[in-house]
């Protein structure tokens, strides 16, 4: 059974930073492609970042909201994925959640991510 975790959301201040954490168990990460997608209420959840597993396109794609300002990590020893989130604005205030895809590219369509996280809240308010 595949399960994904988040952590590492809250509230931190505009111009911030914070690093959410995505622990995998129950499978090996590394023919997964792992995306981030956030949500907030009333429009539909989109992707932010999302990283090739290791027999997809090999690509990483960015948001281009978030470009130059979020990056993607994995540790495939670990099953640990992880979303650095720098020079935050209030505009990313959202649930953040992580996502896997067998065998996936490294693109951000939403209806290819067959699990996912309970998500993490990141508020990013003064």
């Known amino acids: 059974q595949v399960t994904l975790v988040e952590s590492g959301g809250g509230l931190v201040q505009p111009g911030g930073s914070l690093r959410l954490s995505c622990a995998i168990s129950?499978?090996?990460?590394?023919?997964?492609?792992i995306g981030w997608f956030r949500q907030v209420p009333g429009k539909e959840r989109e992707g932010v970042s999302c990283s090739s597993s290791i027999d997809g396109d090999g690509n990483t794609y960015y948001a281009d909201s978030v470009k130059g300002r979020f990056s993607i990590s994995r540790d495939n020893a670990k099953n640990m994925v992880y979303l650095q989130l720098n020079r935050l604005k209030p505009e990313d205030t959202a649930v953040y959640y992580c996502?896997?895809?067998?065998?996936?590219?490294?693109?951000?369509?939403?209806?290819?991510?067959?699990?996912w996280g309970p998500g993490t809240q990141v508020t990013v308010s003064s």
């Open positions: 996502a896997g895809d067998w065998h996936g590219g490294g693109t951000c369509d939403l209806y290819d991510y067959d699990y």
């Open positions: 129950g499978v090996t990460m590394d023919y997964y492609a």
